[in-house]
């Protein structure tokens, strides 16, 4: 399993993916990202702590929280999202068998703060960018299943079942 800890206001404020929504809709943004977010990391074993500031202004989206690859942190007021992605790393890098984490961050401070627990740290838009090459992928899995009806439907993706007349079901 892989971890990714994102810093929320610094990917919706800094992605290009975003600017439309910025200045004035912060809560947009956020509500946007979460929702990308939930749709890519719904199925597969990455794990994905999408961390916000305090004082970000948004509010979480209930659904997203039942999304069992993903969690939303809104930090306390006055702690920043940084130091709360510092104290991921250190607790998620220290167990016995410590998974690969991934730093979603434009912030180099940030960077040079989980440096010393071993996570990669890329920009967010490189993140940006994996999840079109993400989305690009499922789409052609899924064109490439279409065409191997008879071999491989139903195609199974973790507990749903993408079934041949294009809907979604649960698998028996």
């Known amino acids: ?94 167990r016995k068998r410590p998974p690969k984490v991934t730093v979603v961050s434009d912030d180099g401070g940030l960077g040079a703060a989980t440096a010393p627990y071993g996570v990669d740290v890329i920009s967010c838009e490189t993140f940006m960018h994996q999840l079109d090459e993400r989305e690009e992928c499922l789409r052609l899995r899924m064109c490439e299943n279409s065409k191997k009806i008879k071999t491989s439907w139903p195609h199974k993706l973790g507990d749903r079942i993408f079934l041949s007349d294009g809907k979604w079901g649960r698998s028996p």
Request: glycine residues 10%.
């Open 1 to 94: 399993m892989n971890y990714f800890l994102l810093d929320g206001l610094n990917i919706v404020r800094g992605a290009s993916a975003f600017r439309s929504f910025m200045p004035h809709n912060i809560a947009g943004a956020m509500a946007e990202f979460e929702r990308i977010l939930s749709a890519f990391f719904a199925f597969g074993a990455d794990r994905i702590l999408l961390v916000y500031d305090g004082g970000a202004g948004g509010q979480i989206n209930e659904s997203i929280l039942r999304n069992k690859r993903m969690a939303v942190i809104l930090t306390a007021p006055g702690r920043s999202a940084d130091i709360a992605i510092v104290d991921l790393c250190r607790k998620i890098r220290g």
